[in-house]
């Protein structure tokens, strides 16, 4: 799809398309069997990106390492990756990457196969990149993995932009750096804020984290974040960073969130509804507007995955996640006035019950215990029965996370607050289900009439 109308100003002529992680032959996961997930991943990310820099008339595409995912992602990523320079270089547009810790072998090798694509700081060494146009002069510098794991700092080493003694020179300089910023012990060129901070660049357009920062003309140090979403752990907008320059300093950043598909929330609230079916009704109307603020925002994305929430007071709440359950309607729910497929990729049922919990606490059954627990979440944090509840509760998630099966995965250590929220959370979906099964018993089963 052609790119949106140029959101920059006219001053300068020196335009920058940073590009966080990309990951090339990368699939991004959780997704309907009726969805392409090849064309939905970096690759059409790539291809995005560099209609974006043509259409904006970039002076270079600058990219944060992590170009590739794996090693044996060459064939794919060399087809996908050289087309797209092939395109910028006919454009004029220069090509520069610096390697991480995913294509420490594959991207060398990648840009001996492209004589246009430049690897800058092959070997662990740093060098720079000059660009110019219209009398504006632009130096980039960029430092790339030797190998893998690198336990030391880029910024140590006495031939980088924070040693001592060390002259950029003339103009505005970059820094393009694929490092783990503020994670002492990290393997993967762990650097910290203040030597960033302490280096004699005038910004660090940085990758390996994938979630992006609040970047701005004001603000040009920072993680780009991935182009393309992988899963539904990288919501929101993804896609490359745009930096118009001029007289000496960035006059404009902006963030194109290009990416072919989201990840998104979806919040619908299920108050006042009379029965499950204007659940549905209910989900369509949030659909639509969320469709109308893509289509304004100027980059449409081919898919969107919901996590979906059902939220406010409502009887119906786990009716409704029922109602959505069978596949044709999680796989395909809505296609918006642009194309754009909309698929639910998870449910949460967070409504609360229309009851009061004090009413349901005085009933002699197991809806009136679990109301009477709710409401003890509610006292003081020192009252006895609370403290009881909820350190049993961060015992048993602290056991569960202990579980050999969950140790790949990196989570927070639960705490107090946590097993409160648990709580919190799954009492009410349970309670909202048992005041279902209630009223689904009532419906079968009504009280005979009388004779009279």
Known sequence: MPPPPDILTREGRVRILAVGDLHLGRRPSRLPESIDAAGLGPGEAWR???????GHRATAVLLAGDVVDRERDFFEAYRELAAGVRRLVDAGIKVAAVAGNHDVQV??????ELPDFTLLGRGGRWQSLPLEADGQRVTVWGWSFPQSRVTGSPLAA????AAAGFDPGPGLHLGLLHCDRDQAGSPYAPVTSAELAAARLDGWLLGHIHKPDPLGADNLSGYLGSVSAAHPGESGARGPWLLQIGRGSVRAMKHLALAPLRYLPLEVDLSGIDGVEQSRSRVLAALRGLDGELAASGWVPQAVAL??????????????????SPPEDRDHVFTGGAGTRYFIEH??????PEADLPALARRAD?????????????RAADDAERQALVRGALQ????????????????PVPD???AEVWLRRSGMQLLDHLLAQVVETSDRNPEPEGDG
């Open 416 to 418: 107090e607050a946590m």
């Open 347 to 352: 449910l949460v049922v967070d409504t609360l």
């Open 48 to 54: 995005r990106t560099v209609d974006a820099a043509i």
């Open 396 to 411: 048993r998630l602290r056991d569960r996370q202990a579980e050999r099966a969950w140790q790949g995965l990196q989570r």
């Open 307 to 324: 996590r979906l929430r059902f939220g406010g007071r409502s009887r119906f709440g786990h009716q409704a996640l029922e109602a959505l």
């Open 107 to 112: 991207l060398p090798r990648l840009a001996d």
């Open 366 to 378: 197991p809806v009136g215990v679990l109301a009477g627990r709710l409401l003890c979440l509610d």
């Open 158 to 161: 006495p031939d980088s932009p």
